[in-house]
C-alpha cells in the first residue's frame, strides 16, 4: 500500500520528474502499466481540495495581492478548487449574489468557472468561518468528505516514523467514543458522510463560532454517532505565545456560552439517559461551568470575609479564640485547596503516566510546577471564567483569530492591556484591595497564621492574574522594555485620532469596543450588570462606618451623608469640565481661578470638620478607599446606560473619568512589574526558567533588533 500511496503523491504533483516505476523484483506491477496514458487523469477524478474564500472577489476588485497569491496556488495545484461569493451589479444600488466554483484552466492559462449558482441574496448570516464550510460544503464530489484546518499538514512518509501520541487529545477521544459513546466535537481532519449530513442540515451550524461541536449535536439527536478512528497523524499547529493561548480559551469558553443557550442541549438533555447525561456535561460545557464556579465561589468567600469584619459580625462571632478560627480557616480553604489542587493536576499526571509512566509524570509535575505552570493555570481560569459568563449575560460572541506563529516578540503594555485589563487586571486588583482591607480591620487577622491560611490561594490568584502577562513575555521584566512600554500606554490613553483611529491606537476607540456587547444585550442582561455592580455600594456602605467622624455609629444617615460628597465631588469635576471646554487654553487664568476657589473650599470644609466634628486627617484617605470603589461601580453602570447619555454632558463626564480610571490601574499593575525589572537578575532568571536555550538565543537577537530600531527612531 505505501508503493501505491508515493505513487499517486508523485501523479498528484504535476512537476513532479520522479520515476515511480516499480520493479518487478519487488513483486509489485509497475504503477505505469496500471495507469498509463490517464495516470494523472485518474488522481485528480479521485482526489479534489476545496477551499471556501469569500471574499476572494472583494480581493479581485480591489486588486489585492492575496488574489494573486490564490491564483499562484491554483495554477501549480491542479485538483484545487477555491468557492466564492461573486457580486453582480444590475441597476441603481441592485445586485445580485452568486456562489461560484473557479479552477485553474491550463490550456486557457486563466482562471475558469465550474459552477455558478444564483443566491437569492447575500449569503453572509452567520459566523465566517461556519459559513464558508457549508459554503464549500456543495461543492465537493463523492461520498466522504474530510475537513482540515489551514494550520494542518498530513504527510504520510513522516507520519510512518512518528509514534502515534497515547495522550493528549487522543486518550480523552478514545474514551468518549468507544465506551461512553458521547464524542461530539468532531474537531479537524474528520471524514463526513457527505450524503448523511448534506440531508440533515449541512456541515456546520452557521449562527455559532463553535461551529465543529454542534455538527455532533445535530448528528447525534438525528440518531447518528461520532466515532474515532486512528490511521495516521496529523500535524496540528499549537498555539506558542501567551496572547495565542487566551485568545483561543476566549473563543472556547464564549463558544461553550452559546451551546449552555442553545436548543441543541437542551434537547440532548431531554433524550439522554442519566449516565450518558453526565458524560456529556463533562465532554462539553462541564470543565468551563466548573472553572466558573470555583471563580464565583473566591468572589463569595472574599466578600462575605469583607463583610463580616467590617460589620464586626467575626470578632463577635469567634472572639480571640484562635482554635475557633484556625478552624474556620481549614474548613474554608477545603474547597479551594481541592479545586487548585488535586482536581487540577491529578488528571495531567495520569495522562502523562500512561505515555511515559509513572516517576517520569511524577518528575515532569515538578519541573512543570518550577516553570510557574500554576500561575499560568490560575490566569487560565480568569479568562475562561470572565468570557463564558460575559456571554451567557450579554452574548455577543465573535471569532477571534489566534494567529499560531513561533513568538519571540516582546508584547508591549498597550496590548496586554487592551486583552486583559477587564478580564484579569481589575478584578486582581479588586480581590487585592480586599484582602488588604480585611487585614487593616480585622486586629486578629493582622500577619497571623489564620490570614495567611485564609488568604494563601487568594493572593495567588491576584499574583498570577497581574504578572502572568509578564512573567510569560519574551522580555516582560527588561528595564527599558518597562519604561518603553508605559510611554507607549501613555501616548494611546491621551490619543485622539478621531473615528478612524483603530483600538491599538487609541485608548477611546478601545473603550467603545470593549463595552459594545452591552449595547445589544436584552433588558435582563443590563438588569444583572447593574445588580452585580451594586458590590461596590455595599463596599462604600462598611467603609464609612469605619471613619472617625462616625463616631461608632451605626445609623443609615452616616452613609446617605457619604452619598452628599460623592455627589459635591460629581458637580465639582462637571464644573471644572464646563470651564475647560469654555475657556480653555484661550482664557487660562479663568480655568486656574475656578482650580483656586475649589482648592480653598475644600481646605475650609476640612477644617470645619475638625473644628465642630471628631473628624481626623486619617479619614481623608478611608473616604478615597471608599469613594474610588464607588466611582468605578457608576462609571459601570452609566456604560449600562450608554443609549440614554450619548449625547449629554454626563457621558462625556462618565469617558473622561473612566480614562484616568485606567490610568490608575495601569499605574497599579506597572509598579510592581517596573520593580522586579529594576532589580538586577530577574530578566535572566524569566528566560532561563521559561525558555530553552535555542528560544533564548532568538530572543537575545529580537532584543537586539529592537533596541535597534529603537536608537534609529530616536
Not at 499560531?404 to 503594555?413: A, E, G, Y
Amino acid at each position: 500500500m505505501m508503493y501505491y500511496y508515493r505513487a499517486l503523491l508523485a501523479l498528484l504533483d504535476s512537476s513532479s520528474d520522479t520515476d515511480i516505476s516499480v520493479t518487478e523484483e519487488e513483486g509489485i506491477p509497475s504503477a505505469r502499466l496500471l495507469c498509463k496514458g490517464h495516470e494523472y487523469g485518474i488522481a485528480l477524478m479521485k482526489y479534489t481540495y476545496v477551499v471556501s474564500c469569500q471574499k476572494y472577489w472583494e480581493h479581485k476588485v480591489g486588486g489585492d495581492p492575496r488574489a494573486e497569491e490564490i491564483m499562484d496556488l491554483l495554477k501549480h495545484n491542479e485538483a484545487l478548487r477555491i468557492a466564492y461569493v461573486d457580486q453582480v451589479s444590475i441597476g441603481n444600488k441592485e445586485k445580485e449574489y452568486y456562489s461560484v466554483l473557479v479552477k485553474y484552466d491550463r490550456q486557457l492559462r486563466r482562471e475558469a468557472e465550474i459552477y455558478r449558482i444564483k443566491l437569492p441574496g447575500p449569503m453572509k448570516l452567520g459566523e465566517g468561518k461556519p459559513e464558508n464550510q457549508n459554503h464549500g460544503f456543495v461543492f465537493t464530489r463523492g461520498d466522504a468528505v474530510q475537513t482540515i484546518d489551514m494550520n494542518q499538514d498530513n504527510y504520510f512518509e513522516e507520519a510512518l516514523k512518528i509514534p502515534q501520541e497515547t495522550s493528549f487529545v487522543t486518550l480523552s477521544q478514545r474514551l468518549f467514543a468507544n465506551l461512553l459513546k458521547i464524542r461530539m466535537h468532531y474537531g479537524h481532519p474528520d471524514v463526513f458522510d457527505k450524503l448523511w449530513f448534506m440531508t440533515r442540515g449541512g456541515l456546520s451550524k452557521a449562527i455559532n463560532i463553535s461551529e465543529d461541536i454542534f455538527a455532533g449535536f445535530n448528528c447525534t439527536l438525528r440518531g447518528g454517532s461520532v466515532t474515532h478512528h486512528e490511521y495516521i497523524q496529523v500535524g496540528k499547529g499549537r498555539d506558542l505565545g501567551l496572547n495565542q493561548i487566551p485568545t483561543f480559551e476566549t473563543k472556547i469558553a464564549c463558544g461553550s456560552g452559546e451551546q449552555i443557550l442553545s436548543r441543541d442541549v437542551y434537547r440532548l438533555g431531554q433524550r439522554l439517559d442519566f449516565f450518558r447525561m453526565l458524560s456529556f456535561f463533562h465532554t462539553t460545557i462541564g470543565y468551563i461551568f466548573n472553572t466558573t464556579m470555583v471563580i464565583l465561589s473566591v468572589y463569595g468567600f472574599l466578600w462575605g470575609q469583607l463583610y463580616l469584619a467590617l460589620s464586626g459580625v467575626e470578632d463577635f462571632v469567634l472572639g480571640n479564640v484562635n482554635n475557633s478560627k484556625k478552624a474556620l480557616g481549614a474548613v474554608i480553604n477545603q474547597e479551594l485547596s481541592i479545586q487548585f489542587g488535586l482536581y487540577t493536576t491529578l488528571p495531567a499526571i495520569l495522562e502523562s503516566s500512561v505515555e511515559n509512566g509513572f516517576l517520569e509524570a511524577i518528575w515532569e509535575f515538578l519541573v512543570v510546577q518550577l516553570q510557574l505552570s500554576t500561575v499560568f493555570y490560575t490566569f487560565s481560569m480568569g479568562t475562561r471564567a470572565h468570557f463564558f459568563g460575559r456571554t451567557i449575560l450579554h452574548g455577543g460572541t465573535k471569532y477571534r483569530q489566534t494567529g499560531r506563529n513561533f513568538v519571540v516578540q516582546h508584547t508591549s503594555l498597550v496590548e496586554n492591556y487592551r486583552l486583559y485589563s477587564r478580564s484579569h487586571f481589575i478584578k486582581a486588583i479588586e480581590f487585592g484591595l480586599i484582602l488588604i482591607v480585611y487585614a487593616v480591620y480585622t486586629p486578629s487577622a493582622k500577619l497571623t497564621f489564620f490570614y495567611i491560611d485564609m488568604a494563601f490561594t487568594c493572593w495567588l490568584l491576584v499574583f498570577s492574574w497581574i504578572f502572568a502577562p509578564f512573567l510569560f513575555n519574551p522580555s516582560g521584566l527588561d528595564w527599558l522594555n518597562t519604561v518603553n512600554d508605559f510611554d507607549d500606554f501613555m501616548k494611546w490613553i491621551w490619543y485622539r485620532g478621531g473615528v478612524f483611529a483603530k483600538a491599538e491606537q487609541s485608548w477611546e476607540r478601545w473603550w467603545y469596543e470593549e463595552h459594545r456587547h452591552l449595547k445589544t444585550t436584552n433588558v435582563w442582561g443590563k438588569l444583572l450588570e447593574i445588580v452585580l455592580n451594586l458590590r461596590f455600594f455595599f463596599f462604600q456602605y462598611g467603609i464609612v462606618y469605619q471613619m472617625g467622624i462616625a463616631g461608632h455609629s451605626k445609623s443609615v444617615s452616616v452613609y446617605l451623608l457619604s452619598w452628599i460628597f460623592i455627589f459635591m465631588a460629581v458637580v465639582i469635576y462637571q464644573t471644572m469640565s464646563y470651564v475647560r471646554d469654555k475657556y480653555g487654553a484661550n482664557k487660562h487664568i479663568y480655568v486656574r481661578l475656578v482650580e483656586s476657589v475649589v482648592m480653598i473650599l475644600g481646605i475650609l470644609v476640612i477644617i470645619a470638620l475638625r473644628e465642630f466634628t471628631v473628624f481626623k486627617y486619617a479619614d481623608i484617605f478611608t473616604s478615597l478607599l471608599a469613594l474610588i470603589p464607588t466611582g468605578w461601580g457608576l462609571i459601570s453602570i452609566g456604560q449600562v446606560f450608554q443609549p440614554l447619555l450619548r449625547h449629554t454632558r454626563l457621558w462625556d463626564s462618565v469617558v473622561s473619568v473612566a480614562r484616568f480610571y485606567d490610568i490608575l490601574f495601569g499605574v497599579i499593575v506597572m509598579a510592581p512589574v517596573a520593580v522586579l525589572s529594576w532589580m538586577p537578575g530577574f530578566q535572566s532568571m524569566q528566560t532561563r526558567i521559561l525558555f530553552n536555550d535555542e528560544f533564548s538565543k532568538g530572543l537575545q537577537i529580537s532584543k537586539m533588533a529592537t533596541e535597534s530600531t529603537h536608537q534609529k527612531n530616536v
